[in-house]
């Protein structure tokens, strides 16, 4: 058991993050109340079966109320409407922070309506899996992973490391950028890599000379990992396109232009700019390994980490 960080905690959406933050919190002893709140009745329910608060109630308005930590873990494009539902009701020096993977969007969305009298920090655990909804978190979700911050320019300091003691608590690294870099940064490290995996299984999908029991059946053969991505939460994803379009714009032409490279190297058979390429990003999985971010073994790890 971990120390009491906060006395009332208020969690704001229960899919995957929220769920798991929710776990963390009761296996740790972080808080002596979580309140949960959700927009559907069903959700809220499972959430209450599952045991994952002290409180719950599809009023966010009614779940800040007295909290100390208030935990934002909508669809970013959600954000502004949980921003003025909430804002009247916190109270006197809570922080409010957020989970979405663009920061830009969710400043302006939500920080107009945040009282000066509240510390507004937004975040992003970089963690996750393709899976959504309630039953899908688990404890243990944040450990060895990133959590970035993007503090405005007038934050508070001490409510800053009190919000990074709680993230570290959940075994994250913490890390502070600045929103547009983040977006930059996350529109080639997750943006992307879910936009590309969505646009293969969809061609795959449209194939008229392949058929769908042959997709799945040699899915084996690379195609399954790409589906793993695009398994996604489908509104999440719709979102993160239109609040961080720039940004997702900008590294889509530059994989354009690369592909467009890759595709002239193999029409005219230039062997040596094909293996320069596949020898960089093997080397770019390496340190992906080495940085502990994933586990060198068949299978991306899959099958060891389901053990």
């Avoid at 009701?89 to 945040?114: F, R």
């Avoid at 970035?148 to 490391?161: E, G, S, Y």
């Avoid at 690294?173 to 590309?196: F, G, R, T």
Wanted: one cysteine or more; proline letters at 4%; charged letters at 25%.
């Amino acid at each position: 058991m971990s120390e009491i960080l906060f006395d009332r905690i208020a969690l704001i959406g229960i899919g995957l993050i929220g769920s798991s933050i929710a776990r963390d919190i009761k296996k740790l002893g972080l808080a002596r109340q979580v309140v949960i709140s959700t927009r559907s009745a069903e959700t809220l329910k499972r959430a209450e079966e599952l045991e994952l608060g002290t409180a719950y109630t599809t009023s966010a308005a009614e779940a800040v109320e007295d909290a100390d930590l208030v935990i934002v873990s909508v669809p970013v494009g959600a954000s502004e409407a949980v921003a003025r539902q909430i804002a009247p009701h916190l109270k006197a020096g809570a922080i409010v922070t957020d989970v979405g993977s663009t920061k830009a969007s969710v400043i302006a969305q939500m920080a107009p309506h945040m009282p000066e009298n509240v510390h507004f920090i937004p975040g992003h655990p970089l963690a996750g899996t393709e899976k959504s909804g309630p039953d899908a978190g688990f404890s243990g979700l944040f450990k060895g992973r990133w959590c970035i911050f993007t503090p405005l320019p007038d934050t508070d300091r001490a409510a800053l490391d009190r919000l990074s003691a709680f993230w570290k608590a959940l075994g994250s690294m913490i890390d502070e950028m600045d929103p547009q870099h983040h977006d930059k940064v996350l529109a080639i490290v997750s943006h992307l890599p879910h936009i590309i995996a969505y646009n293969i299984v969809g061609t795959a999908d449209d194939l008229e000379t392949v058929t769908e029991s042959e997709v799945i059946k040699y899915s084996a053969s690379g195609f399954r990992d790409f589906t793993r991505l695009a398994a996604s939460d489908p509104t999440m994803w719709r979102d993160v396109c239109l609040h961080n379009k720039d940004a997702i714009l900008e590294m889509l032409a530059r994989f354009s232009e690369d592909l467009a490279y890759l595709q002239r190297a193999i029409r005219w058979g230039e062997g040596d700019k094909l293996f320069e390429l596949f020898s960089r990003t093997r080397t770019i999985r390496r340190s992906i390994v080495q940085a502990g971010q994933d586990v060198d073994v068949p299978d991306f790890g899959r099958h060891a980490l389901d053990k």
